[in-house]
């Protein structure tokens, strides 16, 4: 006979196995929804910095209601649009995914390429060639392509952005959609014949609308008193680009008088209201493509592209940016609460990071004596040339040097009785003496020695042996090139790889971590939280920390 001790046992363990396996499985119901935002160009610190600032129902609410990454950072070089969009989706680094850079030199086609530039397909909604684009140089899946295969192709992935290989790589080689904008006189959204063959009717409706325009007839005025903005330097100053035709980096901008000389309605990335027309059209997606409304998990891939464009005329420090900023956060509260009305704050998951940060402008740190330099690459060119002559008697062993990386000619080379490692070697141990260039090495040690940190880790991570070049170089800290107003990015320091990451919604605990993470992280844990396979090529690790 058994005991009513054991019976009682046997009864609460089957009552805390069934307890147990009801509250995993509610903790496990997927989101019928993943929105992921690449805000382009946005530093860690902005969040810091213009936190007291936003409002309660944009940044705010996402950080301090979700899961925050205080020291999440791009473990690779270079740190560029293209490159930061396919790393955060694929959950892995150029190595792997083979998106070096936005625009690289193939050794193959003796030719520049575009990231995106596929001529075997025609531009859908514009008489322009800027719709001949695919992802077909990205050379592994993304995580949008996992969902895709986990679902036997139900469910829609779409891509939104005002770039193109902002809207089209996140979205990998599945998606349903990517949309992007044809500025100039035709203010359109586009896409390719890679996707489809014409625009759905909703997107012409849209673009019927003429939003841009409605845009550029406005002043861009500071959103609030300018005398608040004590978070940036001066309006009028040196270290900003200016419009044309508009002598002063200074608020007002008259965006109806201005747009005829800048891009006519190109104008608006140049202007927070990109952001918000970017936020209209995705908004549009939502709800005519019925996103997160059927019985299998959407995608919805959204890049907020004129935070980038404003953050490499004006600067960090730049007012303009300060409210470029406390208008995104306006903008993200408006989605948020979109979402939590037509999807349902239960149903979806969000993730939001950025593609890469941006220096301070260098004649600003220059002018208060911290180091920093401009550096020309036609003295680069030039101190190659003297290397090549003085110890391989020929100046024409370069045959390409772009994204600091140089390329040899192999045939040219060869001829002179030569090999390419002996090249390359002498130019490292020379190169190092040109201004400007704090290290350099060759593809040759890249490929037979491991660093496992430090910045030469990153750019072994950025290194793709079939599409990068036989010498990479590393400038110092705080180095551009170009002219001495505005900023840019590309780099593997701080300032570059160190960017926000906040998941926020269904499936997320509310939290913080200080730990170090990586950017490729992002894929991976959304795979987990999903219940798929990750990236065929994904080395990110999954934030456990950030799942419920």
Known sequence: MIKKSTLLLLFLSLFIKTYSQKKNSKNNIKPKLVVGIVVDQMRYDYITRFYNRFGDGGFKKIIENGFTLENAHFNYIPTYTAVGHTSVYTGTTPNNHGIISNNWYDKYLKESIYCVTDTNYNSVGSDSKRGQRSPFRLMTTTITDQLHLAQNNKGKTIGIALKDR???LPV???ANAAYWYDGGLQGNFITSSFYMDNLPNWVNDFNNKKVPEKYLSKTWNTLYDIKTYTNSFDDNNDFEGTFKGKETPTFPYNLKELKDENGNLGMINNTPFGNSLTLDFAKAALENENLGKGSYTDFLAISFSSTDYIGHKFGPQSIEIEDTYLRLDKDIEKLINYLDTKVGNSNYTLFLTADHGAVHVPAYLQSLKIPA??????NIKNFLKKV?????KSDKLIENFSNYQIFLNKETIESLGFSKKEVADKIVEEII??????KAITANTLQTTYFNSGILNSLQNGY????????????YPATLTGGRKGTSHGSGYNYDTHVPIIFYGNGIKTGKSSKRHHIIDIAP?????????????????????ALK
């Open 166 to 168: 902002s809207a089209i």
């Open 172 to 174: 990998g080689h599945t």
């Open 373 to 378: 330099h401009y550096l020309g690459t036609l």
């Open 388 to 392: 090549t002559l003085k110890y391989f």
């Open 433 to 438: 003496n040109c201004e400007g260039i704090y």
């Open 464 to 475: 793709n042996q079939k599409f990068s070049g036989d010498v990479l170089l590393i400038p």
């Open 525 to 545: 844990t959304i795979a987990n939280l999903l219940q798929i396979e990750p990236s065929n090529a994904a080395t990110g690790k999954v934030i456990v920390e």
